[in-house]
């Protein structure tokens, strides 16, 4: 049945996709390899996370060894201009942005995709470790990836029933010492690269450096402030700060201080307790349902804030215009607004948003 | 699996099975080193000294006016860098004329010579089709002029240059010249050497001979600092055993490609007039690059307006037919094509090039098809932007 079924396989030169790529050879798909080149800094082009000359020429190799096609796509325009402005203005407004979630959404599952379908492509893959199973109705769910140390489920939750419908995830069934047994099975000479959350386009550099270069305007200096007001330092510009901080505050106080809020409009850093980090909720919009509708009534789930953060239980109350609210069993520290929130009932992931405010019960909005 | 069909004849060519034919003794049958005072030495050098009689009569040199190199970026190495020292030493000049549409083999030699040896590059403009105008020469040619680099037939756009003219205007001020025949090797005449043109590179993989062996005619008289130094080999002009299957290669690709050089020209043009008026007449926003008559006889190329030529190229590849761009790129990142800039096109244009050129084993049914399917990808590529 996959004789000869045409697929596009994003390959990076590591060993996930390169893994990825050689099992669906083997498994006698038509594949063909692909690699985004991404926006950097001019001149930093060599410390792209994930597209630098280096990588681009291992996938090369790999595709030459696998006797498969292969093409770069240019897609530094669109990266520049839909997620590096869009981090860029996250940071404007007050909010930490979450730019992979953006660029799996709109740059893999988008223009890598649709250039997929040009190429005659009936799937597209990857060497994420998120799986995705066929129900008996003809949808699509969308699952963790066995390994629980390795898990992108929450980054995939930007896909749709027909984006997963014709994705693969080759690896999202196994462990990474699988992966690794397949590489050496196929004589694949693959980096397996440090795992590494830093920006790609960031060039192995921190962010607040890049916005001082980019966006020289959110680098505001201002108040830090305590919950009551009190005037304890100055901060560097509320863009330097992650809600939950606690080192480099340059504040001397008698306990641990930690970042609080960021108040916007009136440009400070509220700072405060440990136990004022916690919150009873938060509430979500640009909703993603997975299986296409949103659920009518209120349910209990486990929710992700972060992508390495753990899994929470709690209850999910949709609330039309996909928008939600969430509230947790037990009070959740350094919820951030811009991040992804992630729900998912036992594997299976139901949809994800953008937080838009966290809350306690007290103050929760009418 | 689907039928591939190879239009980048530009790009290289096949090797003619009968070019191999004659390699392969000399691979472990006739392998002594042509500079050995031995039998097996003897062997090999009557093999190289036999092709280099060949070489120079296709290109209307005597023998001892051909060097043999390993491609043919070397032989434009060896003659700009070579002639330039040479003249300098001889005359003071250090003036370089070029043009801006050269190979980078030509380009960058000479921008290495400004950078690091304190030459000077002047640029000769071109008209719209990239050609050089010899009243452009002509003022050009001052009195501290070390050399001219002007190439035979452009890569990107097929346009051939007046080198009758340009020689005779170099050969009146005493100026050196030399011309990259890469290109124009496999379809136009080469026995021009002694008449007009003093260094003639050409490499063997563009006239169905083997990759990694060229040659460079060098006018007798003509002083060279070798730029490859050791055993004295070709006359001091290119130090290093000379790679003799290859050379061999070479010389027999030559002979072939001159004895049918009319007749392939008659076989490529009628194709290659089909092929342009079938894209000009069938996608919207296209121009032919180049000139229209003064070009390679195996050579199309197109600029389409607000298209990106990568993009175009992979979907082409993936539909089956192999095509290259002036801003081909293999890691994502498309340049707009220097040669576009130099003959006027605007940025709407110059990243949106196409180059077809096609082979000996190219059929009318494969221009028809290709004709047939261009249309919709230019329109998929300019809808996806």
Same mark, same amino acid.
Not at chain 1, 214 to 219: C, F, I, L, W
Not at chain 1, 236 to 240: D, E, S, T, Y
């Given at each position: 049945m996959k004789k000869g079924t045409s697929v596009v396989v994003a390959m990076s030169g590591g060993v996930d996709s390169s893994v990825a790529a050689a099992l669906l050879v083997e498994q006698g798909y038509d594949v063909t390899g692909v690699m985004l080149r991404l926006w950097s800094e001019p001149g930093k082009e060599d410390s792209n996370r994930c597209c630098t000359p280096d990588a681009m020429a291992g996938a090369r190799r790999v595709a030459a060894k696998l006797g498969i096609p292969f093409y770069a796509l240019n897609s530094q325009d669109l990266f520049h201009d839909v997620v590096v402005q869009s981090f860029i203005e996250g940071y404007r407004n007050g909010i930490t942005p979450n730019p992979c979630i953006l660029c799996n959404q709109l740059i893999r599952w988008g223009f890598m995709y649709e250039t997929a379908q040009e190429l005659g492509a009936e799937f597209m893959a990857t060497g994420h470790y998120a799986q995705v199973h066929s129900k008996p109705d003809g949808n699509v769910e969308l699952r963790r990836g066995l390994d629980p140390d390795k898990d992108q489920s929450y980054v995939m939750s930007v896909l749709t029933q027909e984006k997963l419908r014709r994705t693969l995830f080759p690896v999202g069934g196994m462990a990474k010492p699988e992966v690794r047994a397949h590489a050496r099975r196929f004589g694949l000479t693959v980096a397996d690269r440090a795992d590494s959350q830093d920006l790609c386009f960031l060039a192995g550099q921190d962010y607040r450096s890049f916005l001082a270069r980019? /966006?020289?305007?959110?680098?505001q200096p201002g108040k830090i402030v305590q919950a009551d007001g009190r005037h304890v330092g100055e901060h560097?510009?509320? /863009?330097?700060y992650t809600i939950g901080q606690r080192k480099g505050l340059g504040v001397a106080a008698s306990r641990p201080l930690y970042v609080l809020e960021k108040n916007l409009a009136n440009n400070e850093l509220v700072v405060g307790d440990e136990a004022h980090l916690g919150r009873s909720g938060l509430t979500a919009g640009g909703m993603n349902w997975v299986s296409g509708t949103a659920p009518a009534e209120p349910f209990e789930a486990e929710v992700k804030i972060r992508y390495r953060a753990v899994l929470a239980p709690a209850v999910v109350t949709p609330q039309g215009n996909n928008q939600i609210t969430v509230h947790f069993k037990n009070s959740m520290r350094d919820i951030t607004v811009g991040q992804r929130v992630v729900i998912y009932n036992g594997e299976v992931v139901r949809g994800g948003g953008t937080i838009q405010t966290s809350f306690n019960t007290i103050e929760e909005p009418a | 699996m689907k039928e591939r069909i190879y239009l980048d004849y530009a790009a290289t060519t096949p090797v003619d099975p009968r070019v191999v034919e004659r390699m392969l003794p000399f691979f472990s049958g006739t392998f002594g080193n042509p500079s050995s005072v031995h039998w097996f030495g003897q062997q090999a050098e009557a093999a190289l000294e036999s092709a280099r009689e060949t070489v120079a009569g296709a290109l209307g040199a005597r023998p001892e006016e051909i060097v043999f190199t390993s491609c043919g970026t070397e032989s434009d190495n060896l003659a700009i860098r070579g002639m330039a020292f040479a003249q300098r030493e001889k005359t003071g000049a250090q003036r370089i004329i070029t043009t801006p549409v050269e190979h980078h083999a030509v380009l960058h030699t000479v921008e290495q010579l400004v950078e690091l040896n304190g030459f000077k590059m002047d640029l000769l403009p071109v008209d719209q089709y990239g050609m050089v105008d010899s009243e452009d020469l002509r003022h050009a040619l001052r009195d501290d002029v070390a050399l001219v680099s002007i190439m035979y037939a452009n890569n990107e756009i097929g346009t051939i240059n007046p080198m009758a003219e340009i020689g005779k205007l170099c050969r009146q001020r005493g100026v050196p010249l030399h011309s990259d025949a890469v290109q124009a090797a496999a379809h136009l005449p080469m026995n021009v050497v002694r008449d007009q043109i003093d260094l003639l590179a050409i490499g063997a993989h563009k006239f169905y001979g083997p990759k990694g062996v060229g040659a460079l005619a060098v006018r007798k008289n003509v002083g060279l600092h070798p730029s490859q130094t050791g055993g004295g080999q070709e006359d001091g002009r290119r130090a290093g055993t000379q790679n003799i299957p290859y050379i061999v290669g070479l010389a027999e690709a030559l002979k072939l490609t001159v004895d049918d050089l009319e007749a392939r020209r008659r076989r490529h043009v009628a194709k290659r007039d089909h092929l342009i008026a079938g894209v000009l007449g069938n996608v919207p926003g296209s121009r032919l690059t180049g000139h229209p008559t003064e070009r390679l006889p195996n050579h199309a190329s197109f600029a389409f307006e607000n298209l990106d030529g990568n993009h175009l190229l992979t979907l082409l590849d993936a539909t089956g037919f192999a095509c290259s761009s002036g801003s081909a790129c293999k890691v994502g990142d498309p340049k707009p094509s220097a040669v576009l800039n130099a003959i006027g096109l605007s940025q709407a244009w110059t990243l949106g090039s196409l180059r077809v050129t096609l082979g000996e084993s190219t059929t009318l049914d494969q221009i028809e098809s290709f004709i047939e399917v261009l249309p919709s990808l230019v329109n998929k590529v300019r809808g996806a932007a």
């Open positions: 980019h /966006a020289p305007e959110v680098v560097q510009g509320l /863009a330097f | -």
